[in-house]
């Protein structure tokens, strides 16, 4: 039997759609993408800064588009995926200078970190800071109107459990709280400079990762910390959206919980048609967990599982106007019309318990991070 509250969200949705189209007749989608992050993201600047060997930029990387082109990746990345559904071209790394950038770019680069300063890369204050030094290249419309994509933190937290094994759990959350503490302030700025729609894609397992499992020696068990740290980071990040979300006049966001979409995939790979869950798809060690790792993990898009997504997906951000309060008041006029029956299905339900699993469902990542078997 259908869900009577699923029913309620559906009309309100429908609804909110309706007086939208009504007030925006002519909703256009933006145009323009900005990423920021880590190789996850990398659409090449690596091999741009770097001075050393770059494996991105040979085979087999590359593999299903003919070349390789710098992405971490058997071809596209995450970002190229929205860009298609944007109806762009792929957007390309900042650092090729020759390179077409009325669409946005890409400031993602491999190895990036939130904290510290390491070699041949950029941390995401000196990426937000190439940004905001170049934002003359756009009109001020276009980047108000823009998607702003991010995903970094993973070297973080890597690097931390690498070295401190055995940290209490006041450091693990002041380590997590500097790092958000340093994102929070850098959304600020791209805020600051025009920004005002996000994409967030948060933090995976990263002790189910081939390359953590394979060098931890226990390749059929996830490690513990680097995926604890993962969970508390993930809370800790949603929390800030919806913080900003308050503080932030305009800020709009969409948050993907890709933590609970590579565990379930992890968990029950046949279910959703991969080979396996347990090792990359090529490299050397017993689950090729070196060398070469694919990044397959770039077809679980946005709007794929809506359980993950919210409170808006990539397709609604891209068409939200920038300014809500010229609807709230039909909004509010319907939503109180609507008032008596949604308490009538609501009174069927405990919501405070509703609302207070969710809440704890962050708690059960943090405790069972690293405790599913693959």
Known sequence: MANPKSHVFILITTLLALLLLLHFPSVSLAQTL??????????????FLSQNRVDASFPPYGITLGKATGRWSDGRIVPDYLANFMGIPQIPPFLQSTADFS???SFAIADATVLGSPPETMTLSQQVMKFSENKNKWTNKTLSEAIY???????????????????????KQAFVDQVITKINAEIKVVYGV????????????LGCLPAVKQANGNVQECVKLPSEMAALHNKKLLQLMIELSKQLNGFQYSFY?????????????KTYTFETGIAACCGT??????DCSSNNVGHLMWGADPEVVGPNNLRELMVLPLDLTVILGDIHEAMAAM?????KIESLYDTKKMDLDMENQWFYQVDKAASFLI
């Open 257 to 269: 919980d890709f933590f609970s979409s590579i565990q379930n995939r992890v968990i029950k790979s």
């Open 339 to 343: 008032r008596p029956r949604q308490s």
């Open 194 to 205: 025009g920004g005002r729609k996000f994409a967030f894609q948060n933090l995976a397992p």
């Open 285 to 290: 060690g017993s689950i090729n967990g070196s």
């Open 34 to 47: 900005f990423v920021f992050g880590d190789g996850l993201y990398d659409a090449g600047n690596k091999q």
């Open 103 to 105: 669409h946005g770019a």
């Open 149 to 171: 994509m991010i995903y970094i933190g993973s070297d973080d937290y890597l690097n931390y459990a690498k070295n401190n094994p055995s940290p209490s759990d006041a450091q």
